[in-house]
């Protein structure tokens, strides 16, 4: 039985008594220049960015054996509270504020996110509150490190990821994003230009993942065979269901409407019977060890 990690617990103490002792109470909100189809739209884009790291936690699940799932999963979903405690203490100074040389910020400027909730909208978002610009941010610095679990699943220890997740986003995703969105970045200075995250999401996460790959080895157990991926229950829809229900609110459904359902009802089916569609068992082979066919991860991921 493992001991009870005491210094995490003390850290996260500290920080809320941090937070209580010196709260960020604004003083009077910036509404100048601020355009509310803009921010309702950046807020919908945060919360789709959002959904992205518990889709992540699902497809790398769905890749490992099925003692590992569970930890595989909750490597996705504790970036979400780790990154989010450290992005409000001091990664978002790292990342944006005053420049320290063109590659960090410095993190007074909005420690604790001092002066963010009433602070000036940021020079390249002038349309949009300083906090939604900070939690847009604040997804991209949680998937980022999520997304290089898939390279050690299976491999690492779990509170060894933990600190390896604090220390990249620290060391590497808050340098990169100051040098490459900062108006002062040594990269943006340079005519870098990254509009989706290509240079501080995914070439750090893919540069990243590419070390753990070839750094982590691990020799497999004697007798140990490699183990298929996990086969997640997927209900397949049918029509024969779908139909009484999508007409129970018409007492009187025209033909075209019926034909229509219809149609929507057995493409539902037969896209639940292609999803779903698995090999023939092997003699004695156990139901939850059954291969799930190699473009179904695709189709799951949203891939062609």
């Not at 005491?6 to 008594?17: C, Q, R």
């Amino acid at each position: 039985m493992q001991k009870p990690a005491i210094i995490p617990l003390l850290i996260l103490l500290a920080i809320s008594l941090w937070a209580v002792l010196s709260p960020s109470v604004p003083t009077s909100i910036v509404t100048e220049g601020i355009s509310a189809g803009d921010t309702a739209w950046m807020l919908m884009a945060t919360a789709l960015v959002l959904l992205m790291t518990p889709g992540l936690a699902y497809f790398y699940g769905g890749m490992v054996s099925n003692k590992n799932v569970i930890s595989t999963m909750l490597q996705s979903f504790v970036a979400m509270g780790v990154i989010s405690i450290i992005w409000v203490v001091v990664g978002f100074s790292l990342a944006f504020g005053d420049s320290i040389g063109g590659v960090i910020g410095d993190p007074r400027t909005f420690l604790m996110f001092k002066g963010v909730l009433d602070g000036k909208p940021w020079p390249l978002a002038a349309t949009i509150p300083l906090v939604v610009f900070a939690f847009f941010q604040l997804k991209f610095a949680v998937i980022t490190p999520a997304l290089i679990t898939g390279s050690m699943a299976e491999r690492i220890n779990f509170r060894s990821y933990v600190l390896f997740m604090i220390l990249f986003s620290l060391l590497v995703y808050a340098p990169l994003a100051h040098m490459t969105w900062h108006p002062d970045g040594w990269l943006f200075k340079l005519g870098v230009l990254d509009f989706a995250g290509g240079t501080v999401v995914h070439m750090s996460a893919g540069w990243a993942a590419l070390k753990m790959a070839c750094g982590i080895v691990t020799k497999p157990a004697a007798g140990v065979m490699a183990t298929s991926p996990t086969t997640a229950p997927i209900q397949k829809p049918r029509a024969d269901t779908f139909l009484p229900l999508a007409l129970s609110n018409k007492t009187q459904p025209r033909p075209a409407e019926a034909a229509a359902v219809l149609v929507v009802a057995k493409a539902s089916a037969a896209s639940g019977e292609a999803l779903t569609a698995e090999p023939a068992l092997k003699p004695n082979q156990p139901n939850h060890s059954r291969p799930v066919p190699n473009n179904t991860y695709g189709m799951l991921a949203g891939g062609r």
